[in-house]
């Protein structure tokens, strides 16, 4: 059996979003009198739903966390996410993807309205059927949330042709949970062993093993 639609994760996965990311946490750090955090501990951030990190790693309730949110998006909203880039060889894969046929969708924990502007800005949204991610009132952003409202709106039904491609824990979680199958790709943030120990079941190197590994290898059901 092989696969005929794929998901992708956008951040760490289609684009090097690293560097407006964290330029826009460091800005809500600073508005919020929060000691910064160093670079490395800074692209832990990179990925995961945003509001759950700020409580998890800074100790704060949900209600200043959203506020924290509100000054993340006072930076990225007009400058972090064009701090961007497109991963080399992302582009040749989409199209290589795309003229075999398959379904090209996005599920992202990026506020939609966010994923929506990336992709027409850096020149990708014609090779994705959807593009939907979490809600910009901070709800529905875990990752298993964003994949069934994605399989949901494009009426995916056979769940064991269907492919989840990221690069952090919760993308292979959610996928898990979504009874998909999954790919890891080792040039984004996650590890080997994060991806392996949350549930990849093959990891990608470059953008060129990602097309392989869809067109080319069965799936196991």
Same mark, same amino acid.
Not at 59 to 70: F, N
Not at 135 to 150: A, F, L, Q, R
Not at 195 to 217: D, F, H, M, W
């Given at each position: 059996?092989?696969?005929?639609?794929?998901?992708?994760?956008?951040?760490?996965?289609?684009?090097?979003?690293? @560097?407006?990311?964290?330029?826009?946490?460091?800005?809500?750090?600073?508005?919020?009198?929060?000691?910064?955090?160093?670079?490395?501990?800074?692209?832990?951030?990179?990925? @995961?739903?945003?509001?759950?990190?700020?409580?998890?790693?800074?100790?704060?309730?949900?209600?200043?966390?959203?506020?924290?949110?509100?000054?993340?998006?006072?930076?990225?909203?007009?400058?972090?996410?064009?701090?961007?880039?497109?991963?080399?060889?992302? @582009?040749?894969?989409?199209?290589?993807?795309?003229?075999?046929?398959?379904?090209?969708?996005?599920?992202?924990?990026?506020?939609?309205?966010?994923?929506?502007?990336?992709?027409?800005?850096?020149?990708?949204?014609?090779?994705?059927?959807?593009?939907g991610g979490a809600c910009m009132d901070g709800t529905s952003t875990m990752k298993y949330d964003v994949i069934e409202y994605v399989l949901d709106v494009c009426k995916v039904t056979d769940?064991?042709?269907?492919?989840?491609?990221?690069?952090?824990?919760?993308?292979?979680?959610?996928?898990?949970?979504?009874?998909?199958?999954?790919?890891?790709?080792?040039?984004?943030?996650?590890?080997?062993?994060?991806?392996?120990?949350?549930?990849?079941?093959?990891?990608?190197?470059?953008?060129?093993?990602?097309?392989?590994?869809?067109?080319?290898? @069965?799936?196991?059901?």
């Amino acid at each position: 059996m092989k696969t005929d639609t794929v998901l992708f994760d956008l951040d760490g996965t289609i684009t090097d979003s690293a @560097p407006g990311i964290i330029n826009s946490i460091r800005y809500s750090l600073e508005k919020h009198g929060i000691a910064v955090l160093d670079e490395q501990e800074l692209r832990k951030f990179v990925g @995961p739903p945003l509001q759950q990190q700020f409580q998890k790693v800074f100790g704060v309730m949900e209600k200043e966390a959203r506020q924290m949110m509100d000054s993340y998006r006072e930076y990225y909203g007009t400058k972090g996410m064009y701090e961007n880039r497109v991963y080399e060889g992302v @582009p040749r894969m989409l199209s290589r993807l795309q003229s075999a046929g398959i379904r090209i969708l996005m599920a992202t924990s990026k506020p939609e309205k966010y994923a929506r502007m990336i992709a027409e800005h850096f020149g990708f949204t014609k090779y994705f059927e959807y593009i939907g991610g979490a809600c910009m009132d901070g709800t529905s952003t875990m990752k298993y949330d964003v994949i069934e409202y994605v399989l949901d709106v494009c009426k995916v039904t056979d769940r064991e042709r269907v492919v989840m491609v990221g690069d952090r824990c919760h993308d292979m979680i959610g996928a898990q949970q979504a009874g998909l199958h999954r790919l890891g790709v080792l040039y984004g943030y996650g590890s080997q062993e994060e991806l392996e120990q949350s549930g990849a079941e093959s990891l990608a190197k470059t953008p060129q093993n990602v097309a392989e590994y869809i067109l080319l290898t @069965p799936l196991n059901v």
